[in-house]
């Protein structure tokens, strides 16, 4: 427990604005592996790529117990910090988040992707739900003795083409950002966005680290940096790639 606890401190230690940790995300042993010799600091898994190395939909479709044994031959393979995609906790209630965050922190995970999307459903979770369900990750972590990092993540951008981001979701970020630092989150997560003000302006209002994914319409890293965020992820992004140049090198190979 020693290495996962100093392991968890020195993730945390990595969120700095203006110097973001770049998360290049993997999906197995092997990638990780990989993304450890390109240099990384950290490595994180994707749901999204996880399931789909499995053969799954994303969405809570693999089951709990294979994504765990994945993260424990991750952690077993590397020697950096490994943080986990827990998606929306395999359940709502939040004694079933504790007992599955719980479970990650046992396979060695040092944090978590957390999210308020209602897994399986329509929309997010109220705000009041969403807060219990991070107090119970929290008293989770606290109660395993490792720091873990939780990171809050909110689908609100998401949920709407980037062409209609603005200023109302923007304030209803923030106040999800607001309530989940008081439930004990130790990041935010704002996948989707990708306009500069309002990117900044997010930074600006939360004191929690911010997680943006680098996808086609986000800023370059250096921009981020400059607009105050503290972590760059690449979601299923890497993965993806990875798919289409497989499948087009074996559509060469067989009808070649």
């Given at each position: ?25 993997t999906w197995d042993p092997g990638s990780a592996k990989i993304v450890e010799r390109a ?194 992820s690449h979601g299923p992004v890497p993965y993806r790639q990875m798919a289409e140049w ?11």
């Open positions: 427990m020693t290495e996962q606890i100093e392991r968890a401190r020195r993730f945390h230690a990595l969120h700095v604005r203006g110097n973001p940790i770049v998360l290049y995300n240099g990384a600091k950290a490595i994180a898994t994707g749901s999204w790529p996880v399931a789909a190395a499995f053969g799954y939909a994303d969405g809570e479709k693999i089951p709990l117990e294979l994504a765990l044994d994945n993260i424990r031959r991750i952690v077993a393979a590397v020697d950096l910090p490994v943080t986990m995609d827990l998606e929306g906790g395999y359940g709502v209630e939040p004694e079933t988040v504790a007992q599955t965050v719980t479970r990650a922190l046992q396979a060695g995970a040092i944090g978590f992707n957390f999210e308020d999307q209602i897994v399986g459903g329509a929309g997010l979770h109220d705000i009041a739900i969403q807060v219990k369900r991070i107090e119970a990750a929290a008293a989770a972590v606290k109660a395993s003795g490792i720091p873990a990092y939780i990171n809050a993540r909110t689908d609100i951008f998401l949920k709407a083409k980037p062409d209609v981001h603005d200023s109302v979701l923007l304030d209803q970020a923030i106040e999800r950002a607001h309530a989940y630092e008081k439930a004990g989150a130790s990041g935010f997560f704002a996948p989707g966005l990708g306009d500069e003000a309002l990117i900044e302006a997010l930074c600006k209002a939360t004191v929690l680290p911010v997680n943006i994914i680098a996808l086609a319409h986000v800023p370059p890293r250096q921009r981020l940096a400059e607009l105050g965020v503290a972590r760059v497989l499948e087009a090198k074996a559509r060469l190979a067989i009808s070649g």
